[in-house]
């Protein structure tokens, strides 16, 4: 039984200094010598980390009278190492591993193994730790239901959760997948990496990665939202007058922001540039819709916006989607309102109240319709659609307002 395998084993690993290595075989080493002799203060250790092997010397005074063994030699053993020696020198004579016995170089080697393998678990998590909100390529090993297993190019493994992938993913085994690293924990002692391609912050390092002007602090990201797979905005601001921080962005033809795009499995990106104008902010925001007017409520972070009624629908997009997300953009609930113009011949849905139950006519304004000519001004299928109502219903709410202009 030796020690030669687990030493190769050691020597092999990454990301661990000679002095470590050095410190955790020496104190390996003492931690037997003690459990064998009581002490180790009189023994040197000698570790060869290049070749795989060691020395261990123990050195023991000369005495009449043996009072410690570990520490003293009688006069008579000593000239048995070497007629030579006399009372009060000191005799240094090495112990070899077989008089460890078999059973203490087992031990000796599990907890060598169990020291090295804690050394590369502290390694990865602190690597990892180094690393959140970076990019990382990983290869697909294995799918499960509820998770991808990813390998990193040191043979690592990596988790991308189901949660954490965008709708429309589907890897096999060797595809190779990009993602930021979220977040690093320990879990029974065992690191786990858990990946993201639905954070914000893997479209913001997308965007690093193609848009040199980002890369080299010309151009800033102020503020990126997403539903992934659907739609994302993101506000870029450019210090210097002559770039044009969206036209940089997209690149030309699109060319830039095309690779992101297929990266994202066709999520739709809207680029905005940011300004501290908070009204022209919210109308880059509502984009494609224009926004006749709009009215902000300080206070309450809210924010009314008026548009013509072919607007409305553009501005609150498909299921929502546009309105909740330019809301998380400019930090602000915002509230769609058909335009003033037309509010003059168009009635307020609560004026319904008698014909409509109040709950179906708080349903229809939740998607933006306060009106009658709002919700007419809608098909039938699309509100269906965006309210979750069962068709019943909304023909029926549908027939009642257009009676009211008939």
Known sequence: MNLIDTFSEFKELKNIDRPTMMSVLEDIFRNMLIKMYGSADNFDIIINIDKGDFEIWRNRVVVEEVEDSNTQISLADAHKIDDSYEVDEEVTEEVKLKDFGRRAILVLRQNLAGRIMDLEKANLFNKYKEQVGDIIVGEVY?????????????????????????????????????????????????????LSRTSPIFLERLFEQEVPEIFDGLITIKKVVRAPGERAKIAVESYDDRIDPVGACVGVKGSRIHTIVRELKNENIDVINFTNNTQLLIQRALSPAKVSSIKIDETNKRVEVYLKPNEISLAIGKNGLNIRLASQLVGYELDVYRDAEDEEEDVSLDEFGDEIERWVIDVFKSIGCDTAKNVLDIPVEELIKRTDLEEETVRNVVEILRSEFE
């Open 142 to 194: 294995q799918g499960w239901k509820k998770e991808t297993m990813v390998l990193d190019d040191e043979g690592n493994e990596l988790i991308l959760p189901k949660t954490e992938q965008i709708p429309g993913d589907f890897f096999r085994k060797g595809d190779t997948v990009r993602a930021i690293v979220l977040k690093v924990e320990m879990r029974n002692n065992s690191p786990i990496i858990i």
